[in-house]
């Protein structure tokens, strides 16, 4: 069965770096377009970044462009977001996600998305 299964949480200072893992299994990885998305206590669940399957296509949402970078290895079936410049209104748990369709392009609408992993959390300290 398909498993998303995030890693790299934690707590950082403002300003400090982290990077996040998806771990993908269960399907053919390399043929979906993926996503991260987090939601913040409070808060709806929100668009982060997308990538395509080729990696081609990447979309950021405007409070991390700049900061953040997706990324991914279709060998290890792992997609990454690497987190730079981190601020305090960038706490949440953050989750991947797999697209519905084989379509190339990325997508920000989190109905797209049919597979999610559990979440992991990300503190930033002032």
């Known amino acids: 069965q398909v498993q998303l299964v995030e890693s790299g949480g934690g707590l950082v200072q403002s300003g400090g770096s982290s990077r996040l893992s998806c771990a993908a299994s269960g399907f053919a990885f390399n043929s979906y377009t993926m996503g991260w998305f987090r939601q913040a206590p409070g808060k709806e669940r929100e668009f982060v970044s997308a990538?395509?399957?080729?990696?081609?296509?990447?979309y950021y949402s405007d409070s991390v462009k700049g900061r953040f970078t997706i990324s991914r290895d279709n060998v290890k079936n792992t997609m990454y977001l690497q987190m730079n410049s981190l601020k305090p209104e960038d706490t949440a748990v953050y989750y991947c996600a797999r697209a519905r369709t084989t379509i190339s392009r990325v997508w920000v609408d989190p109905g797209v998305y049919d597979y999610w992993g559990q979440g992991t959390q990300v503190t930033v300290s002032p």
């Open positions: 990538l395509s399957w080729g990696g081609v296509s990447t």
